[in-house]
């Protein structure tokens, strides 16, 4: 079957009356939370994986994806309105999109950015649909070692998105394979660091994890410095772009296309890193750098869409390899795996109703976030008036619910408690919780195919370097390494993270 | 000797001794095996080996960073107070194993040592939201007290669950009292705590109203009023969301009524 038979294929998955109603729901819900500061999209995956356990796989994926890419869309609202990045990967577009609005111009903001989102999120369809199949074809041939080298990349790739010191990011991953270790060892049936305690034999649950490091963490950090909110209040109207601002708009959409699509791709990647890429690439090539960051059009354009663009393609990985690039990514895999689904590259060719139906929901969500935006902008910013401190005890609640749902037992609960408290340490101690999650996931299929490869090379550590493709990732993680850590790259990604902080 | 990276400091300090903890745990308990049979053993030693020195290196570049984080300056450190510490940590193990087969008195013994220490290098920030709310020496406090307690309730109730709820009962007031700068930390984590123990005895609506109320209280604004009305709000959505449509099996009423009017 051809490309276009495949996504002919999927669409008809899509459109059903089911599938459309979850994927309505996902992007509802990932605007809300995409517009509300504090609420990531991390956490409300987290939150609601134990509701799709009784849901169907293919209406679970699409509405967890929804919730992804819909958090992009409702992000850039507020970056927009209020100069609030209700979400990470949008906080370049604050720079000019909210002097925009400043300038009496936030109608053809807010429009530039959902049609920019919108042709981005198209481009970046046709991309997973024509890359992922010959990825998929290449990820059947990985052996062992092969994997643990990709494996290595993509924490290696995790840790280029930290914001903090490379080296605590590299000590925050080995931390996190070494918790994934806990509970029964595959290959002998020992029991590992579980301290007698039943309730770890099994492992950490990953979802407990990435609750209490991303949502009570969170909650706790919001908690503890109060600021107030200035909110827009003038009306947003004339919500078309002139003439002029499409003129000045294409370019800067096509590279941010372009540019999310590739950068999204790799491990560590995803909608951050294209956003902020995608910005500095816009001030390099315009004929008027003066004008970025008092209100310049392509500033909002650019990061925009190469932002959606990098959210779709990360499922690249995810879908080919079952790789997780990002925590959001290995969220995912935790909801395939609780389905069922082993993820990898057969999921195409077992379940391709679940792998195209998905890829063709992406493009159907985007048109309902076209339409579902524009003539609500109004009521959304009218949510950003509600208080934190209604806020936070309905995220408690839900999650509360969410993690007690997974095995009836308190002693879930307490483990979210536990790294809690841990997520909030290591905010202070400015270590990021994103490349331990990832780790976390990743840590006994690490040791199982650092095992087999031994294994088979008769415990030649040199196997890793002689099989072409696993030299090929061990030297591209050691580029990247060497990249951060040359002086004018991490003075570059500084400057990157104190805009974000400001 | 100074500190001047208080971040680096504590960060380098947590790694290795998670590090080495894993890595010694893995090669006393488990099989090692070799390169080409891998034991249980190896990964976790390999990979405790790799976070310690890491953590070691973090470590020692707080005292040469040249970024100084800290608006309170650099914090004087004597290598004798470490010293002093990882060596009654290392004593009270060994002598409590030798002497009770087990390790666990003795590292609290030396948690209180080491925590006394802890005291004079807290970690200080520009901003209050780089500050940590509570020194380490609370840390090791809280947690003894949910370690005892556990024990104390499994050993005289064969439960821990009543432990879990008096400490993190116990550990709220102690906060509101004499912590108010890690009440918001304390309370959502005890609310939480609170509300998976409370969840099979007192059933949903119970529970979340102690989630409610408990976590609420620890915000900055707590309206009587205001949280009722929220409660009321989440507990019906609670209901008929979770119970009603996605049937989640939680008990909504308490275990001793008979009958539940809501079903």
Redesign the interface.
């Known amino acids: 079957m051809d490309v276009f038979g495949n996504l002919w294929m999927g669409f008809g998955v899509a459109v059903s009356w089911l599938n459309l109603l979850y994927a309505f729901i996902g992007v509802l819900l990932g605007t809300l939370i995409g517009v509300l500061p504090g609420v990531g999209p991390v956490a409300t995956i987290a939150v609601l994986l134990?509701?799709t356990f009784?849901l169907p796989p293919v209406p679970a994926l699409i509405m967890l994806a929804g919730i992804y890419y819909g958090s992009q869309y409702g992000g850039s609202t507020t970056s927009i309105l209020v100069n609030i990045p209700g979400e990470a990967a949008s906080v370049v577009t604050c720079l000019d999109g909210y002097q925009m609005a400043r300038q009496g111009r936030a109608g053809p903001a807010l429009a530039v950015s959902a049609l920019g989102s919108f042709f981005a999120g198209c481009v970046a369809t046709l991309v997973i649909a024509v890359a992922a199949p010959p990825l998929a074809e290449v990820a059947l041939k990985f052996g062992p070692s092969e994997y643990f080298s990709l494996m290595v990349f993509g924490l290696i790739g995790a840790t280029v998105l930290a914001s903090g010191?490379l080296?605590?990011a590299?000590?925050m991953v080995?931390?996190g394979?070494?918790l994934g270790?806990i509970g029964t060892?595959v290959?002998?049936g020992?029991l590992?660091?579980t301290f007698d305690i039943p309730e770890l034999s099994d492992g950490i649950g990953f979802v407990v994890v990435a609750m209490g490091m991303f949502g009570?963490a969170e909650?706790?950090?919001n908690?503890?410095?109060?600021g107030a909110r200035e909110v827009f209040t003038g009306k947003v109207t004339n919500l078309f772009p002139t003439k002029e601002d499409f003129k000045r708009a294409w370019a800067p959409v096509l590279r941010g296309t372009a540019l999310g699509s590739c950068l999204g791709i790799l491990p560590g990647g995803g909608a951050l890193l294209s956003s902020f890429a995608a910005y500095s690439v816009e001030k390099k090539v315009s004929k008027h750098p003066e004008q970025f960051g008092k209100g310049a059009i392509e500033g909002v354009a650019g990061p925009e869409s190469a932002n959606n663009a990098g959210a779709q393609t990360s499922f690249i990985p995810m879908l080919t390899l079952g790789i997780p690039s990002n925590p959001v990514m290995a969220l995912m895999i935790g909801a395939l795996m609780i389905q069922g689904i082993a993820p990898g590259p057969q999921v195409m060719t077992e379940k391709p109703e679940l792998f195209w139906g998905l890829i063709a929901s992406m493009w159907v969500g985007n048109l309902m976030l076209v339409v579902l935006n524009l003539p609500l902008i109004g009521m959304w910013v009218k949510l950003l008036s509600v208080p934190?401190?209604?806020l936070?005890?309905?995220i408690?609640?839900f999650?509360?619910?969410g993690?007690?749902?997974l095995s009836?037992n308190?002693?879930?609960?307490?483990i979210?408690?536990i790294f809690?408290?841990f997520g909030?340490?290591c905010v202070?101690?400015?270590?990021e919780p994103a490349p331990m999650i990832l780790g976390f996931i990743l840590g006994p299929l690490?040791?199982e195919n650092?095992?087999r490869a031994?294994?088979l090379s008769?415990?030649d550590?040199l196997v890793f370097f002689q099989k072409p493709i696993s030299a090929a990732f061990l030297a591209a993680s050691l580029f990247l390494l060497v990249i951060i850590a040359l002086p004018a790259i991490r003075k570059k990604r500084e400057a990157a993270f104190v805009e974000q902080q400001a | 000797m100074e500190i001047r990276n208080s971040k680096d400091f504590w960060a380098g300090l947590m790694f290795v001794v998670v590090g080495l903890f894993f890595m010694l745990w893995a090669v006393a308990q488990y099989q090692m095996g070799t390169a080409v049979r891998m034991g249980p053993a190896y990964f976790p030693a390999v990979l405790g080996g790799m976070l310690a020195s890491l953590g070691a290196v973090i470590f020692l570049r707080a005292f040469f960073s040249r970024l100084t984080d800290s608006a309170a300056g650099r914090i004087p450190f004597s290598a004798k107070d470490l010293a002093i510490g990882v060596a009654s940590l290392a004593l009270a193990a060994w002598a409590s194993r030798s002497f009770s087969g087990s390790a666990e008195s003795g590292i609290l013994a030396a948690a209180f040592i080491l925590s006394v220490l802890a005291n004079r290098y807290r970690l200080k920030g520009a901003s209050a939201s780089l500050r940590l709310s509570f020194n380490a020496a609370d840390f090791v406090i809280g947690v003894v007290i949910f370690y005892v307690a556990a024990q104390l309730s499994f050993r005289y109730a064969r439960n821990s669950d009543y432990g879990m709820l008096a400490a993190a009962a116990l550990l709220s007031v102690l906060a509101v009292l004499f912590r108010p700068g890690a009440r918001p930390l304390v309370l959502v984590v005890a609310s939480g705590i609170a509300y998976g123990y409370l969840m099979k005895p007192l059933g949903l609506i119970l529970a979340t109203a102690v989630l409610v109320f408990i976590s609420a209280f620890g915000g900055h604004e707590f309206k009587w009023k205001e949280v009722t009305i929220l409660y009321v709000v989440l507990i019906v959505f609670s209901i008929l969301v979770f119970v009603k449509a996605l049937s989640l099996p939680f008990p909504i009423c308490p275990d001793f009524m008979d009958s539940c009017p809501i079903r």
Not at chain 1, 223 to 226: D, G, M, R, T, Y
């Open positions: 134990p509701i009784n010191s080296i605590k590299i000590a080995l931390l394979l070494l270790l060892d290959n002998s020992v590992r660091f009570i909650i706790v950090a908690l503890e410095h109060k934190y401190r209604y936070y005890p309905s408690l609640v999650m509360a619910i993690v007690f749902s009836n308190p002693f879930d609960v307490l979210m408690a809690g408290v909030y340490i202070k101690l400015e270590c690490m040791e650092l095992r031994m294994l008769r415990g550590p």
